[in-house]
């Protein structure tokens, strides 16, 4: 007898529990409503007042059984999830998202393929200083069969004082020695007004990680049809580096790289702290190429190889580090820019590394 009213009052929760469910996905779909509204007027979703009415009405309501503070407690975790899925909602929107479009995005550089599989190199100094310099890290390149040169003609320093670049020269020396060699050109602009010059002379232009929220950079560069290497912010998360993406591709332009390059933590051990598990989830989350720039990340050439081993086991598109002739007399970044000879030792592991890999 006793074992029969356990199993009905059982059978009555499994219906109320049922009841509940169909009553949270009812309210979570008139919540997506709201949160389209809200989109459209521009209304910031979290409404702390709204919050505050919708708890006094249920608790104005409350008879118990369970503590006013239980009560509280479960709808204030309704309305988180509601929250979230508003934000959701708006994910989904975004063109960048994998949600948009669940196959990769593969990036074209005069022939070659960023996002298709096959993991790339991109390699040059840190800022271009002359045109031997240059003509000396692309044959270097030449040699272990790379095309994509990285070099600096606008340098954004943290002090005013450091070396700023050649300018429109430095883009220039970069240009000549790409055409001698081969080579495609990847140099960073700063300002909107930079990039009809940019059009001119790189293949690849980069917005490096202090202007990775210049939005009228972003969009400026949004509406040219050449590829973006977008790098994230010293202290930017993923979901800003991802956003900052999205003013790029909402003036048309698809054709983005998305590059970690540490970020500033508390650690002094290196220059910034390599985010590695940023690869992935940017790659889960949106449909872009993602690569890894060992050399600002970690800023320690002995780290160089042991990082650019861990973002190809993790999937990233690409590895970025800076190269040079000589590099005890670089102008900017010394310390951590590797010599020819050691270009060419982190290469040959490289290659090798990539082999076992696949």
Do not use: W
């Amino acid at each position: 007898m006793i074992a029969n009213e356990l199993r009905e009052l059982r059978d009555q929760i499994d219906e109320v529990n049922l009841d509940i469910l169909a009553l949270l996905n009812k309210r979570g779909k008139i919540v997506q409503k709201i949160g389209e509204h809200k989109e459209k007027q521009g209304v910031v979703r979290f409404d702390p007042v709204r919050e505050r009415q919708a708890l006094d009405l249920i608790m104005e309501n409350h008879e118990g059984p369970f503590e006013a503070s239980t009560i509280q407690h479960i709808f204030k975790e309704i309305f988180k999830a509601s929250l979230e899925l508003q934000e959701d909602d708006h994910k989904k929107a975004l063109l960048v998202s994998r949600k948009a479009r669940p196959e990769n995005t593969i990036v074209h550089v005069n022939g070659t393929k960023i996002g298709n599989g096959e993991q790339n190199f991109i390699m040059g100094p840190c800022a271009v200083e002359s045109y031997e310099q240059v003509k000396d890290v692309a044959v270097a390149m030449k040699a272990q069969g790379l095309t994509l040169m990285r070099g600096g003609a606008f340098k954004p320093r943290t002090s005013p004082y450091d070396f700023q670049g050649l300018g429109i020269d430095g883009l220039q020396i970069l240009k000549q020695v790409a055409d001698e060699e081969g080579m495609s050109v990847v140099s960073e602009i700063l300002t909107p007004h930079d990039v009809e010059i940019a059009l001119e002379y790189t293949d690849v232009i980069q917005i490096g990680a202090r202007n990775m929220q210049n939005f009228e950079l972003l969009k400026t560069v949004g509406r040219v049809q050449k590829p973006i290497l977008l790098k994230r912010g010293l202290a930017a998360t993923i979901e800003e580096f991802i956003n900052a993406a999205e003013y790029i591709m909402a003036q048309g332009n698809d054709q983005i790289i998305l590059c970690e390059r540490g970020i500033r933590t508390y650690e002094k051990a290196t220059r910034n702290t390599l985010d590695i598990s940023a690869v992935p989830i940017l790659k889960k989350e949106t449909h872009l190429p993602v690569l890894v720039d060992v050399t600002h990340s970690t800023g320690r050439k002995d780290l160089l190889l042991p990082a650019a081993k861990a973002a190809l086991a993790i999937g990233a598109d690409a590895v970025m580090a800076e190269v040079h002739p000589d590099p005890a007399v670089a102008l900017s970044d010394s310390a951590q820019q590797m010599n020819i000879p050691e270009f060419h030792q982190f290469m040959n592991e490289l290659k090798e590394f990539k082999e076992k890999l696949t």
